[in-house]
């Protein structure tokens, strides 16, 4: 290769610049989701959604839907399992959400139960490598506006089955919980 | 032999095949390898295990909906009868829900692993605990219920019935989850079922491949079979062909060699008789001769005349030693047998021989003996004339021979440059037998004769061309 000599000497600064740069904008995501409030003196009745388990401090986490809405939020498109058609879902990233609970490193998975008790297990692996989605808007509008998704309810967790064809929707649409109440770190 | 090479490929294409056939023999053990492997693979997607398991989820599925209609039975007719007045029939409600409970008709968790492979539901987990805590709960329903019953219908009877309905709703609550559970199940197996029908696609498509490459082997080695045949075929035609070719040519020269036989033996046939014929003339002309030679004795001595009827024989005889001697069994050479004659009769009769010039002139000319004996003769005559007659006196001379033609006609010259008869008449008309023998001669060859005495003796003898 033909470059001028002072570029070849800046060249492991410049390598070095290059991979740092994921880094720190991982780092910065961190530092931002670190900053986010949670909300005090909420209640288990009045919470949209309770954390438990194993997480920071041992005690439940009560949150509403604004204090989920502050997290850096994401949009996918792809066909739900559940009524077959094609819908935009927008959200938080369940790992993002459990990251500023601070949840323990041993922690395997999480046990995600609705308002009607359904619940099902998620394996950390799944959730962290697939994006697994806690989602407020269905098609940029919130459940409640529309009467055929209104009894989803506040939150539904979502999988974005489109980028991950791995991923059967036939299996993994039982993880697809309505109404999420609750979150058990396991 | 012209033609007997092999037709060509015909080697070529024999050398050609075994390796087509062993391909052919490799390419489809391979096939069929591939087949029974994957053949194998489906094998373990139908065996028992795994019907047994699809089984237990219908069955499962079934059980657990009359658990919950006894369950459901039990619990209206206990809402509608908050005092439990009627302790028998709820006695035997309860009954039914327990035997209902009873039946084992639970998924077996066991092999759920191995038949759904990765279970990111922890279905096999939450199953078994599902199971030990069903089979917890109907112990508990079965021994509450065995209680009320044992202290009837009374108030410890109706308060053990309490508990009873009480644990049966709780085992409510517990039913919703195996519920679900079992439809998470039943979803997670079809989700394998798809997986397997994928896989069994796949497996046909390549079945598919392999029968399309067997077909195409089949075809490729029928054709190259085809062909070879054909090509054997071809050349066997070839070979046939070139026989029968053979045969006629063979036939062809066996036939003109027979004609030549033929013809050769034909021509021996005409030359025998030919020989016959002339020996009988010979014989005959030998005849005249001595008849004339007799005539002649009274007036020679008898000596001369006998050398003059040798001379005459070997002139005869000379011709018939140049027939022999000659490949042309019909023709002679006149310029070669007149030198040889010339010569005999100057060696024979002249005193000194070396004294005599002779010389001949004549073309390159072949002629019958029925020419050549009367020429022969002709020439015996007027030669010995010349040497007996001609010199007389002188130590030598000349004697000329000529031959030559003139149009149709050979015109024949005997010259010698001695003294010649004061008369032309001498020789012509002379009694003596040499001129009767010239003149009988020159008639035979139906020719004339004509004398120049200007220089010496000159006799001419014209005679027309014989005929072949």
Not at chain 1, 42 to 69: H, M, N, S, V
Not at chain 2, 192 to 219: E, F, M
Request: aromatic share 6%; with cysteine.
């Amino acid at each position: 290769m033909n470059c001028p000599p002072f570029l070849r000497s800046l060249a492991p600064v410049l390598a070095l610049c290059l991979l740092a740069a994921p880094a720190h904008s991982q780092e910065d995501r961190a530092k931002v989701i670190a900053s986010i409030p949670l909300p005090a003196g909420l209640t288990a009745e009045k919470a949209d959604l309770t954390l438990r388990g194993r997480i920071a401090g041992g005690l439940p986490l009560y949150l509403d839907l604004a204090t989920l809405q502050a997290f850096p939020q994401s949009s996918f498109a792809c066909v739900d399992p559940w009524d077959g058609k094609r819908h935009l879902f927008t959200g938080i990233l369940i790992s993002d959400l459990l990251a500023r609970a601070g949840i323990e490193a041993g922690a395997t998975r999480i046990v995600v139960e609705a308002k009607n008790k359904y619940s099902i297990p998620i394996r950390r692996a799944d959730w962290e490598r697939y994006g697994y989605m806690l989602a407020f808007r269905l098609d940029d509008r919130p459940f409640s506006e529309d009467k055929a998704t209104r009894n989803r309810g506040l939150l539904i967790v979502a999988i974005d089955f489109a980028k991950y064809p791995e991923l059967d929707p036939e299996l993994y649409k039982h993880q697809l919980v309505w109404q999420v109440a609750d979150i058990l770190v396991e | 032999m012209r033609g007997a090479e092999p037709a060509p490929g015909g080697r070529g294409r024999s050398r050609f095949l075994p390796p087509v056939f062993l391909a052919s023999l490799i390419l489809l053990l391979v096939l069929v390898a591939t087949v029974y492997v994957g053949n194998l693979g489906l094998a373990g997607l139908l065996d028992d295990e795994r019907q047994s398991f699809e089984k237990n989820i219908e069955e499962g599925a079934a059980g657990l909906n009359r658990v919950i209609f006894a369950l459901f039975d039990l619990l209206v007719a206990a809402s509608g009868d908050p005092g439990l007045a009627d302790f028998g029939a709820l006695l035997g409600q309860s009954r039914s829900l327990v035997n209902h409970a009873g039946i084992p008709v639970r998924i077996d968790a066991a092999n759920l692993t191995r038949e759904l492979g990765d279970d990111p539901l922890f279905l096999a987990e939450r199953l078994a605990a599902a199971n030990a805590r069903y089979a917890a709960q109907t112990a508990e329903l079965a021994r509450l219920l065995g209680e009320a019953e044992a202290r009837g219908e009374g108030g410890e009877g109706r308060r053990a019935l309490g508990e009873f309905l009480a644990a049966a709703r709780s085992f409510g609550t517990a039913l919703k989850e195996d519920s679900q559970l079992s439809v998470q199940v039943a979803g997670a197996y079809h989700a394998a079922n798809r997986k397997d029908l994928a896989h069994i696609q796949t497996h046909i498509g390549q079945n598919l491949v392999g029968l399309i490459l067997l077909a195409g082997l089949i075809l490729v080695v029928s054709v190259g079979y085809y062909r070879s045949r054909m090509a054997a075929e071809r050349e066997l035609q070839n070979h046939r062909d070139h026989l029968t070719e053979l045969v006629e040519l063979r036939t062809r020269e066996l036939g003109e060699a027979n004609d030549r036989l033929r013809a050769a033996l034909r021509e021996r046939e005409i030359l025998v008789k030919e020989v016959y014929h002339r020996v009988k003339n010979n014989l005959a002309m030998v005849a005249g001769l001595i008849t004339l030679q007799k005539s002649d004795l009274s007036t020679g001595n008898l000596g001369e005349a006998f050398e003059k009827l040798s001379q005459r024989l070997r002139a005869i005889s000379l011709i018939h030693e140049k027939l022999y001697r000659s490949a042309d069994l019909s023709n002679i050479a006149f310029g070669d047998y007149v030198e040889d004659l010339c010569r005999t009769l100057i060696f024979s009769l002249a005193a000194n021989p070396a004294s005599i010039d002779f010389s001949l002139e004549a073309p390159e000319l072949a002629l019958p003996p029925d020419t050549l004996i009367p020429l022969g003769l002709i020439i015996t005559e007027l030669t010995t004339n010349s040497l007996k007659h001609a010199f007389g006196g002188r130590a030598g001379g000349r004697i000329e021979v000529s031959l030559h033609e003139e149009g149709e006609e050979f015109v024949l010259a005997v010259r010698d440059d001695g003294t010649p008869p004061s008369d032309e008449k001498l020789i012509l008309e002379s009694e003596s037998l040499g001129a009767s023998l010239v003149a009988g001669l020159v008639a035979q060859l139906r020719g004339r004769l004509d004398l120049d005495l200007a220089e010496g003796t000159r006799v001419i003898i014209t005679f027309p061309r014989p005929r072949p």
